[in-house]
């Protein structure tokens, strides 16, 4: 199967890095064929111009790396998203492929009848999120309210229509120890060496 990964982190020794390759070593394991965006060396542009709105509205991408990655989203039967959470939510990369990427005519379309959302990438059987954060989880979750879970879990995915929802949370990244850290890239690569 195709996995599609949108990875978004600027620096190449973070542990989102070592995320995504034991990420990456587990689906290959598992012979899937992986397609990284990697939204930093990319050079992803979040901002949404005028220009780009009106595309928007007409159903119709007009960048180029937009039109690119929506094209590659249609062959994915997987998506997973990796980053980090900072300040509470996700960074504006990532909120600007959610805005650019993840438009109507591509991702979903309005219901005819006029109430809701429907799905429009067919392949696609689950949506995964992992994070990172420095916030303990009780904190993130009681304090903020768990604002991923709400913002591209429900907000996002779910309003269109996506089943099979997903989010791994590694938090107190920094405060934990190396082996916690280690064991948790072990997990995450038998987790997706089994995945279907």
Avoid: C
Avoid at 79 to 102: C, E, N, Q, Y
């Amino acid at each position: 199967m195709r996995v599609a990964i949108v990875f978004n982190h600027p620096y190449e020794g973070s542990y989102n890095n070592a995320i995504l390759d034991a990420v990456t070593k587990g689906l290959k394991n598992a012979d899937h064929e992986v397609d990284l965006m990697h939204l930093d060396n990319d050079g992803f542009n979040p901002v949404m111009s005028k220009a780009d709105l009106k595309a928007f509205v007409e159903h119709k991408p007009i960048d180029p790396q937009v039109i690119d990655y929506s094209e590659r989203l249609k062959k994915a039967d997987h998506l997973i998203f990796i980053f980090p959470i900072w300040w509470d939510l996700m960074p504006a990369m990532t909120k600007g492929f959610i805005d650019r990427v993840l438009s109507p005519g591509i991702v979903y379309d309005h219901h005819p009848r006029g109430f809701g959302l429907v799905p429009l990438l067919k392949n696609l059987k689950s949506v995964t999120i992992i994070t990172t954060m420095n916030k303990p989880k009780i904190m993130y979750s009681l304090l903020i309210g768990n604002l991923i879970r709400k913002a591209m879990l429900k907000s996002v995915f779910k309003t269109m229509g996506y089943k099979n929802l997903n989010w791994i949370s590694f938090a107190s990244v920094k405060s934990v120890s190396q082996e916690k850290r280690s064991n948790w890239l072990i997990n995450l690569e038998n987790r997706f060496s089994k995945f279907n």
